[in-house]
């Protein structure tokens, strides 16, 4: 049954993949003006026959809806087109700076929740006590400022003034890592190559937390206020009367429920943590698809802009589907 | 003839009502704040920024816009190499910070307010005329509500951005683009169960136009849950504009704005920390004062939105 409902939500992220394709699709048509005149506005040297061409080869010579009809065809075919600047066919591009992004913003992910989880449950157990306080007002610090200032902060005083940790990049220079899945934990875990694992791990230390923080901030809040309320209830009274010690109350009855509000609030800042990337990836020179975006659209790269838009959000609404199917794991009473 | 004059001056009589009322509320409010220190410290660091973006050309002891390349990279006042007039230093080009963080801030307010303010122009209208009328105008917009959710935030005012070009009005569109949902789902909400009301029945049958119940009646009674939305978002907003203009993709280069001058300091963190660094801090400080104030707000206008 359970298989049943977790295939009917996969199948129900196709209309929803559709619906942004059809959008990007629309974005590039709806901008005022032709887009090959935009694309090549600045460059110098083009002849009107070469933009002729460009035109077919981007069949804007075509009607609309054949239009739209070529674009889903290619896109299904896993054509998206080549980079104008770079001369790669796209999706190879993508391929290339897909796992350094998830591999940040799953170490953001991380670090966010170490931070938080015990954060959010000693404010709770303790409120108003001192380190409430400070937790609290950490979160509250954490929710205004901006990621990219925190970064650099982070980067001054570990990297520049103690240098304990490296300013940019995944992994040292010197370093050989045989490239398997291009995760480079992942990879010197897969190799056995002990030197390299550290060096990814310490390279991913300030660009996790920079891009956690917020995420951070925010669940040790909801995470608090749930679990104060939850440690109210009767049952945990009746807890405490049997005779639970203390730790096992709150880690075993009240903890399980006081975590579904923040699931859901997780699955809400997967987005953010996308789009927080792009600014992460800049600070520490990240070689992720963030940078490839950023890079493409000063560029105006667009088959490259319109294939980097598409794979953000299948890995957002595969992030979704994930925190969804996890969701029910956690509490049975909800349904798919 | 009668009628009409009847009207007219019922009209201003309720309106004359509606304004004492006002005042009266926005005295009440006052006199809550104080039992909220952080709101009202906040409330007071906000106003002091507006003032300053205001009297930026009064305030700033040089041209923002031009450097002297002589003073490139002058450290703040207080360190053994400053200069007594620059006294938060000077940037790569010579340009004085203390002068490109005061008119940076007129960036920051213009683009935080006036992207929030279309938005709940835009969201509450659509809301409450989705809430009102419900049927295929709220179905479609509903929907179209629910696509533009499911995209992340900043990758949508990137991509805007990316296809719009640098502006100080595209900017405020691509962040309105999206932001005004969160008021059409929050006003279409409150619309639905105030619908219900007995006071919206009554004001049916004495015959008042459709549009008139809405704005005249309802309305004001969703107003203060919007005020507290509005201000919560505008922190956000703020935020949203500073990191577009960190990637370079704000107003023009030329225009100081703190996300850019952020970006600027990046390549000399080594040796000037304080280029990237200062205006950073007056974002947070701005954007923590918004908060306060807007939990603030939330505390005593609308208790239901808090989380606790």
Redesign the interface.
């Known amino acids: 049954m359970k298989a049943v409902k977790v295939l009917e939500r996969v199948l129900m992220t196709i209309p929803?993949m559709l619906?942004?394709v059809i959008?990007v699709f629309m974005?590039m048509r709806l901008?005022p003006g032709d887009p090959v005149d935009i694309m090549m506005g600045d460059m110098v040297g083009i002849s009107e026959v070469e933009m002729e061409s460009m035109r077919r080869d981007l069949n804007l010579d075509k009607p609309v809806l054949v239009q739209l009809w070529l674009f889903l065809t290619d896109i299904l075919r896993g054509d998206l087109g080549d980079s104008y600047v770079k001369k790669l066919p796209v999706s190879t591009l993508i391929f290339e700076h897909v796992p350094a992004t998830v591999e940040l913003a799953l170490g953001a992910l991380l670090s966010g929740l170490a931070l938080a989880v015990p954060i959010g449950i000693i404010s709770a157990v303790k409120q108003h006590s001192l380190i409430d306080r400070v937790g609290m007002a950490g979160a509250?610090?954490g929710?205004?400022?901006?990621?990219?200032?925190l970064g650099?902060?982070l980067?001054?005083v570990f990297s520049?003034r103690l240098g304990v940790l490296p300013v940019q990049g995944r992994i040292d220079q010197t370093i050989e890592l045989t490239k398997v899945t291009g995760f480079y934990v992942l990879d010197s875990i897969l190799t056995g190559n002990g030197a390299a694992l550290v060096s990814a791990l310490r390279h991913l230390i300030l660009p996790s937390i920079t891009l956690g923080a917020t995420l951070a901030a925010i669940v040790a809040?909801?995470l608090r206020?749930s679990l104060?309320?939850i440690l109210r209830a009767d049952y945990i009274t009746l807890a405490r009367a049997k005779g639970q010690i203390e730790f096992l109350v709150v880690m075993k009855h009240a903890l399980r429920n006081a975590l579904i509000p923040s699931v859901t609030v997780i699955g809400l800042q997967?987005?953010?943590l996308?789009?927080?990337n792009?600014?992460v990836e800049?600070?520490f020179s990240w070689p992720g698809l963030g940078r490839l975006?950023?890079s493409a659209?000063?560029n105006r790269d667009f088959p490259l802009?319109q294939a980097s838009?598409m794979t953000?959000?299948l890995i957002?609404?595969m992030a979704n589907l994930i925190v969804d199917i996890l969701y029910t794991y956690l509490n049975p009473k909800i349904t798919l | 003839m009668t009628g009409e004059v009847t009207t007219l001056g019922n009209g201003l009589y309720l309106l004359g009502i509606r304004l004492g009322l006002l005042g009266r509320g926005l005295m009440e409010f006052l006199r809550e704040l104080k039992d909220h220190p952080s709101a009202m410290m906040g409330g007071i660091i906000v106003l002091a920024y507006v003032l300053i973006a205001f009297l930026a050309p009064y305030l700033a002891p040089h041209d923002p816009e031009i450097g002297n390349p002589h003073l490139s990279l002058t450290p703040p006042a207080w360190t053994a190499k400053g200069n007594p007039a620059y006294l938060l230093g000077a940037d790569f080009q010579g340009r004085d910070l203390l002068s490109r963080i005061i008119f940076g801030s007129r960036i920051s307010l213009v683009v935080g307010v006036l992207s929030v303010l279309l938005s709940v122009v835009i969201g509450t209208t659509m809301g409450c005329i989705a809430g009102y009328y419900r049927g295929w105008v709220d179905s479609f917009l509903s929907r179209v509500a629910d696509l533009l959710l499911a995209w992340p935030f900043l990758i949508f005012a990137i991509a805007m951005m990316a296809f719009l070009g640098p502006g100080i009005l595209n900017l405020i569109a691509a962040l309105a683009f999206k932001c005004w949902v969160e008021f059409f789902r929050l006003s279409r909400g409150e619309v639905l169960v105030e619908k219900t009301k007995e006071y919206v029945e009554a004001a049916k049958a004495v015959g008042q136009p459709n549009l008139i119940i809405i704005a005249s009646e309802i309305f004001p009674n969703i107003f203060h849950s919007t005020m507290v939305l509005a201000t919560l978002r505008m922190g956000y907003m703020i935020i949203m504009e500073a990191s577009l203009s960190f990637l370079g993709l704000g107003v023009p280069p030329h225009i100081p704005a703190w996300g850019a001058m952020v970006s600027d300091g990046r390549d000399f963190m080594f040796v000037a920390w304080w280029i990237s660094t200062l205006p950073g801090l007056a974002i947070l400080i701005l954007v923590l004062s918004i908060n306060f104030f807007g939990e603030g707000l939330r505390d005593i206008l609308d208790p239901r939105l808090k989380i606790e």
């Not at chain 1, 929710?143 to 200032?149: K, L, N």
């Open positions: 929803v619906g942004v959008m974005f901008i509250f610090l929710i205004s400022m901006p990621a990219f200032w650099l902060v980067m001054l520049v809040r909801v206020s104060v309320e997967v987005g953010s996308l789009g927080g792009m600014i800049k600070i975006v950023v659209i000063f802009v838009v953000y959000a957002f609404v």
